[in-house]
């Protein structure tokens, strides 16, 4: 199963880039044997869109065919191992691709937000959305890594 991570705002060279290239790589590598990957990301300029309605549709076009999961604050929380389930379940139905939506500054669009299959949370505080997509790819690296049952989720 195909994942793309679609996100508003470019990462600048830095830590946050670093952590994001390490997270994809032990993804890929671990999440190829487990029927998931690639990962990929996809940067959108948020010169170039204005306005969340702008953000939306530029978002849409490079999200895949298949699931959508939108990343906001009022999501639903998930425990690491119920995500991991999660991505499994959805795997194991056949679905060829899973899209993560992370929107610019102000959040999503409600009518992308509204027709996502998860609205997912990464807790009740509000995070910069450059990092949240570190903690995104950490998080399906570490879903990866349980499914494997490695030992870098412990309990």
């Known amino acids: 199963?195909?994942?793309?991570?679609?996100?508003?705002?470019?990462?600048?060279?830095?830590?946050?880039?670093?952590?994001?290239?390490?997270?994809?790589?032990?993804?890929?590598?671990?999440?190829?044997?487990?029927?998931?990957?690639?990962?990929?990301?996809?940067?959108?300029?948020?010169?170039?869109?204005?306005?969340?309605?702008?953000?939306?549709a530029a978002l849409a076009r490079a999200l895949p065919e298949g699931l959508l999961c939108a990343l906001d604050e009022h999501g639903r929380q998930l425990a690491s191992p119920d995500f991991a389930a999660l991505l499994a379940k959805w795997r194991d139905a056949g679905r060829a691709a899973a899209g993560f939506a992370i929107g610019g500054p102000d959040g999503l669009d409600p009518g992308l937000r509204d027709?996502?299959?998860l609205v997912l949370s990464l807790g009740p505080m509000v995070w910069p959305h450059l990092l949240v997509r570190v903690m995104l790819t950490e998080q399906l690296y570490r879903a990866a890594a349980i499914l494997a049952g490695t030992p870098y989720h412990r309990t």
Request: glycine share 12%; aromatic share 4%; hydrophobic share 40%.
């Open 1 to 56: 199963m195909r994942l793309v991570v679609a996100a508003i705002g470019r990462l600048r060279p830095g830590p946050e880039a670093t952590m994001v290239t390490d997270y994809r790589t032990r993804f890929d590598g671990l999440g190829r044997r487990l029927g998931l990957g690639p990962l990929d990301l996809v940067e959108i300029d948020e010169r170039k869109v204005r306005g969340r309605p702008a953000e939306a």
């Open 115 to 117: 027709r996502a299959d």
